[in-house]
């Protein structure tokens, strides 16, 4: 798997190719799959941050962190 800069520096090169290009569908197309590259990146920061806590579990984390603010 590609890192998230390597994802986002393609849809970047997908969006100076699509100023380039010369009609509408071919802009659109390439436009496409700049936005497909980031919804890649998108996923990849989402598994890199690891799965969310369930609402049960995540109570003892919230409890202690109160605590430590007293």
């Known amino acids: 798997m590609g890192s ?4 986002r520096d393609y849809a ?3 969006v100076r190719q ?3 290009e010369t009609t509408a569908e071919e ?3 390439v436009l496409n799959v700049a936005l497909a590259w980031l919804r ?3 996923q990849a920061e989402a598994l890199q941050a690891g799965p969310p806590l369930a609402p049960e579990a995540a109570a003892p ?7 430590s603010e007293l």
């Open 27 to 29: 802009k659109a197309i």
């Open 18 to 20: 699509a100023q380039n």
């Open 12 to 14: 970047e090169d997908c």
């Open 40 to 42: 890649l990146a998108q």
């Open 61 to 67: 984390y919230e409890r202690a962190q109160e605590a």
């Open 4 to 7: 998230v800069t390597q994802y």
